[in-house]
């Protein structure tokens, strides 16, 4: 089963670990906590990510290809009741993915190498896509990422505009293994060697003035910020991606 899901802006920024503290504390007065939230707030976000055998999807992120996707597999707090497959896409400046859910063996499947299952029984177009993806760009696992989550969003429509997401993302780390992509103790290497924070702004037609006086803080830094690339960086293993 494919979910819907329409274009939208996606805003991404650094932030010092001060204004971090700030901007959370105005948040959690007027919005609402992700439900995927453990009673601290955070939860965790793992994502098996797949590139072809020339790295273009790494290539083209830093080189800013503008009409680009990506393909990856996402739990959250290492729970395996629902596992998303997604298809990222980015269009200029506007983000949307496609979504379908697999089964424990299935992503362990993946892992491995094996994708055959994917063209078996009744599959959805998103399943079919990203096999023919697989066989036509030989597309392969890549990198296991981890961060620590802190969300909150408003309810799907408020005041006449679509559902709003500001993410803290923290403690971004680099799994320097594939194989065991369930592993609570699996091998890891931290992105940044002090706390950096990115913040995430996902929103759709419209973005409501009061919450862009919130989120007004001095450290705030527009980027062009990929979890992926940077966890890509961070373990490489050949002098070419450091260019």
Not at 28 to 51: A, C, E, M, Q, W
Not at 60 to 83: A, C, H, P
Not at 117 to 124: Q, V
Not at 214 to 223: D, E, F, H, P, Q
Request: a positive charge; aromatic letters at 14%.
């Amino acid at each position: 089963m494919i979910l819907p899901n329409e274009f939208r802006h996606e805003l991404k920024y650094f932030l010092h670990y001060h204004d971090y503290i700030t901007l959370k504390s105005r948040l959690s007065t007027i919005l609402k906590r992700d439900p995927n939230s453990d009673n601290s707030g955070n939860y965790l976000v793992r994502s098996l990510y797949f590139d072809d055998i020339y790295n273009s999807g790494l290539f083209d992120k830093l080189s800013g290809v503008r009409t680009r996707e990506k393909y990856r597999v996402r739990v959250y707090n290492l729970s395996d009741q629902t596992i998303k497959l997604e298809c990222k896409q980015k269009k200029n400046s506007l983000v949307r993915k496609e979504i379908d859910f697999l089964s424990r063996d299935e992503v362990c499947l993946l892992s491995q190498g094996e994708f055959s299952f994917l063209k078996e029984g009744s599959l959805s177009s998103l399943r079919l896509k990203f096999y023919r993806a697989i066989q036509h760009k030989l597309l392969r696992p890549v990198v296991i990422v981890d961060y620590i989550r802190e969300a909150f969003i408003t309810p799907y429509v408020c005041n006449g505009f679509n559902q709003i997401r500001i993410n803290f993302d923290k403690e971004l780390k680099s799994c320097l293994s594939l194989k065991d992509f369930f592993g609570q103790d699996i091998a890891a290497k931290n992105v940044f060697s002090e706390p950096v924070i990115i913040m995430e702004i996902k929103f759709g037609d419209y973005f409501p003035d009061y919450l862009k006086q919130i989120l007004k803080v001095g450290s705030a830094m527009r980027y062009a910020i990929s979890k992926y690339a940077l966890c890509r960086k961070c373990t490489h293993f050949n002098l070419w991606e450091d260019s």
